[in-house]
């Protein structure tokens, strides 16, 4: 019998909250600081990833935007992409739904339509060379305001249903509610996007409850700390709204201070829909066979309850039904054959 590390590690996997942004390989990180002329701070792999252990948040957005400033050709996200859908492709995650946001590439003087392109393009070939599948989520910022994430959502709209299949909402949850983005959200579904936002993880339940209802979400990024709210658990409950769970990103946040203190197993036993995910992997030292490593090891959730999460990922996905069956019976397979 094959040891749980290795079933962890080899088992069919689905991501469905992950930032291409945060999710770039150290090693096409440090050869574009080199393309670009280099950072004296950074000679090798080893300075890069010293850089990227995760302090606090200031320290976070402050790596966050010197790595952005390396990324100044289509070119370059088309590469990023593939390496990224290649670490998840050897990690056997077979269907992924990734978070890009071009807008924060404006100021490098590229058009959210380049950009666009070159990441399907990194996806097409992602999917051709691997057993990967993709699809794209655009971010629209809340920082912006609403009147210009309706432009933003117009801008990849020429790429829905090829390329893009939805639309997700990250940044400040606190200063910028939910409730002023109504009006995109419901010309994002008129028009077919599929629906997500980041809610209850800076923000408490108020902000989970104001997607759900205002937004029309089919799921929630994060949404952790709904478990403050008993209410808002019901519903989850009896609506059945996925939840995109990112632990090890929770607790580089401070959302939770310990793996002790995070409430997935709490969520878990109140009997919410709930996904593992990774989020920005390299930005916290982490990936999805790491989290499901944690879920196991630290939460003591069983190899079948692991399994049960990963198809529960598949229900989630904004696949459609046949493609579900496909990969439920893809996930079947893998694990009758342990038996
Ligand atoms: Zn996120």
New binding site residues.
Partial sequence: MKNSRTIIAEMPKVEL???LE?AFTFEYLLSLVEKYGGDPNIKNIQDLKNLFIFRDFPHFIKTWYWKNQFFREPLDFEESTYQSLKKLAEQNVVYAEV?YSPWDFEKNGLRTEEITEATISGIRRAESDFNIKTGLIA?IVRNYGAERSIKRMEEVLPYLNNGIIGL?L?GNEIDFPAKDFKEVYRKAKSLGFRLTA?AG?AAGPKSVREAVDELKVERI??GVRSIEDPVLIDMLRTKQIPL?V?IT?NICTKIYSSFEDHPFKKLFDEGLFLTVNS??PPMFGSDITGEFQIIHEKFGFSLSLIKELTINSVNASFLDRENKEKYKSFIDDYWDKLN
Avoid: A, I, P, R
């Fill in positions: 909250h992950l930032h945060g978070f971010d997700g990250g980041h993880e990024g994060h995109e990112c990103s989020d920005d």
